[in-house]
């Protein structure tokens, strides 16, 4: 249920995202249990102050796993980031051409399955479109008209 199955916009691999994006009342329950125990353990009893460590509990939840979330939609194939995407493009379409480039050099990649990358093979049929177009236009020029 905190995890669910998505593919990359990218490269069309299939990952495991986290759907979790803020901490719950079980985060909450946790933090006020650590809270207390923490005011236990140095105040020999429960002190107002315990309110102050039960805050830093709730923001280091709240910041674990809203960071988790944000790290689990990053591709780790491609480096593809949907989120950053729909800010600054050029920023995504840099890191990803460094994580491909990552990739092509390390070793192990030539183990892992092959990535479905869209641009690459958009622009040999965009060639071949132009180049046949204009070999077309080119004939039609010089042959002769049929009667
Ligand atoms: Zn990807």
Known sequence: MMRQDVYCAFCSTKRKIYTKKHS???????????AILTSLIVYQDLDIRMSIVLGFYLALSEIFIHLRWRMSLICHECGFDPILYNKNP?????????QLEKRKLDPNSYLKPKLKIPIKILDKNINKVTIKKNISDTQSLFSPPSA
């Open 24 to 34: 719950g009342l079980i985060n909450i329950v946790i933090s006020l249990f650590m």
């Open 90 to 98: 050029e920023l995504v379409a840099n890191k990803v051409k460094l």
